[in-house]
């Protein structure tokens, strides 16, 4: 079964950089057909999309985060990243690692999700 | 402010049924039948319940169903159960440049 599994630091001061890994279990990250995103939520509040990576390094991002964001893949590790630069208070939350297929569909595979808490 | 609109509470007794709406754009739902829905319980990852519309994923109830006319989706679960009480939230594929968007979620309680 497959497992995805979010690390990185909980804590992140304002104007630096937000760092987080996702471990692929069960599964490998280079399976045709599958993305793997980030998606996020604010305490008490809805989900946001983050962006998307295929295995070849193909990159989708949500535009609202006026290229902040940047997802990178290491198929020899199983694992993708994210980083989001110049973090302020509006980017605390609970950050998820997903898989899905095309269009977004079939996003049924997600991290416990870590929470990211952003101040000084 | 969310792209998609839902009701922010719905209710209903167990074994009622209750239809959860989800409202975009011709851009958003009524342009693709790429439509999501989640179920959220506190301090838990989403639950995939409904994609593409009215497909289930394996392990769903078929309790849980999923519609779309024009630019409105909606979920209807059937035989309400005291594990249905969480939030819902609605997605739709958007295009190549927004991607994905999402509802506000809504507070489903099982009075």
């Known amino acids: 079964q497959l497992q995805l599994q979010e690390s990185g630091p909980g804590l992140v001061k304002p104007s630096e950089t937000l760092s987080l890994t996702c471990t692929v279990s069960?599964?490998?990250?280079?399976?045709?057909?599958?993305?793997w995103a980030w998606f996020r939520q604010p305490p008490g509040k809805g989900l946001e999309w983050t962006g998307s990576?295929?295995?070849?390094?193909?990159?989708y991002y949500n535009p609202s985060l006026k290229s902040r964001a940047t997802i990178s893949v290491d198929t020899s590790k199983n694992q993708f990243s994210l980083k989001l630069s110049s973090v302020t208070a509006a980017d605390t939350a609970v950050y998820y690692c997903?898989?899905?297929?095309?269009?977004?569909?079939?996003?049924?595979?997600w991290g416990q999700g870590t929470l990211v808490t952003v101040s000084s | 402010q969310s792209a998609l609109t839902q009701p922010p509470s719905a209710s209903g007794s167990p074994g009622q049924s209750v239809t959860i709406s989800c409202t975009g754009t011709?851009?958003?739902?009524?342009?693709?039948?790429?439509v999501s829905w989640y179920q959220q319980h506190p301090g838990q990852a989403p639950k995939l319940m409904i994609y593409?519309?009215?497909k289930r994923p394996s392990g769903v109830p078929d309790r849980f169903s999923g519609s779309k006319s024009g630019n409105t989706a909606s979920l209807t679960v059937s035989g309400l159960q005291a594990e249905d009480d969480a939030d819902y939230y609605c997605?739709?594929?958007?295009?190549?440049?927004?991607?994905?968007?999402f509802g506000g979620g809504t507070k489903l309680t099982v009075l």
């Open positions: 997903v898989r899905h297929l095309r269009y977004f569909t079939l996003a049924s595979d």
């Open positions: 069960g599964g490998s990250i280079t399976s045709s057909g599958y993305y």
């Open positions: 990576i295929y295995y070849n390094g193909i990159t």
């Open positions: 011709s851009s958003d739902i009524g342009g693709y039948n790429y």
């Open positions: 593409e519309v009215n």
């Open positions: 997605s739709s594929y958007a295009g190549s440049n927004i991607h994905v968007v």
